[in-house]
């Protein structure tokens, strides 16, 4: 790909349906440590979609049976102000990012199915390798957009992507390094381009950007983007939503290294996941 041709993709970003006002703010609240309960409550409210998208959420199968949270104002005080925030920003990007039914190798399902599958493998990696419960949401946020870029890719270039995301089409190496040779660069970066200029907090732009390549990013951020490249392997290794034959094995050992953790380690964490994420689909249905 050329820089001309980078900067049409670029363009084409710029030139996606743009969020609510409401999520705008949402988004400037993720990167405010002096936001209350109070403005993230005020900001939700301005969108009436996104408010009933955050109450079924919050009473469904996901968040365990017997709740009845009838108000936003409940929702914090039950789940906090930092899940509230990511429920919201996650919602949203859910509901902007889709694949159209036509795409031949899998459906706009399949391909969130995964990446819900990786945001939830994303929250028990995390907890195994000592993150506290207040920063676990914010992994399986990261888990969660991981692929923004390949749908877009696909949006843009569905011709070249129904080649190189063919399984049977040059089946030995990484779809990553053919999006390299075609476009001249890969669907992690081109995420980590679209969640910058979303103005997503830079923890999470990075792990986007780095979720292949994890040893390689910000050391500030390492940590997000080592759980989620195991996490997306996992889901795959998994069959969860894009259905990839994949072998744990291709993990680096200076990855394992830097987490403290094994592959047998690994699998026994996610145990469930499958179940999980059939509990987790309130995510990513939507409201009429």
Known sequence: MTDIDVKKLVDYVDRMPGFSPAVLK?????????STPNDLVNAVSMDA?????ILRLVNSAYF???????????????????TIKNIALSVSVASAINIRSDFEWFSNDEYW???????????MIAKAVGVGPLETEEYFV????????KAVFIQRFRGDCKEIYNPDFK????????????????HATLGGM????WKFPDSLSSAIESHH??????????????????????????????????????????????????????????????????NAKAFLQKVD
């Open 213 to 278: 390549t994890p040893l390689e990013g910000p050391e500030e951020h390492r940590k997000r983007a080592l759980v989620v490249h195991v996490a997306n392997l996992v889901s795959h290794h998994l069959k969860i939503g894009i259905q990839t034959s994949l072998n744990l094995d291709i993990i680096d050992d200076e990855v394992w290294t830097a987490l403290n953790l094994d592959q047998d380690k690994v699998l026994s964490q996610v145990s469930g996941l499958e179940e999980a994420v059939e």
């Open 113 to 123: 199915e995964h990446c819900l599958g990786c945001a939830l493998a994303s929250r």
């Open 142 to 149: 990261a888990g969660l957009l991981h692929d923004i870029g």
């Open 194 to 197: 679209i969640a910058q200029r």
């Open 26 to 34: 949402i988004i400037s609240l993720s990167n405010d440590m002096r």
């Open 64 to 82: 365990g049976p017997g709740k009845n949270i009838a108000s936003l104002n409940r929702a914090v005080i039950m789940l906090g102000l930092n």
């Open 49 to 53: 979609v996104l408010t009933a998208k």
């Open 171 to 186: 089946p030995e190496t990484p779809r990553y390094n053919l999006e390299l040779e075609r476009f001249g660069l890969s």
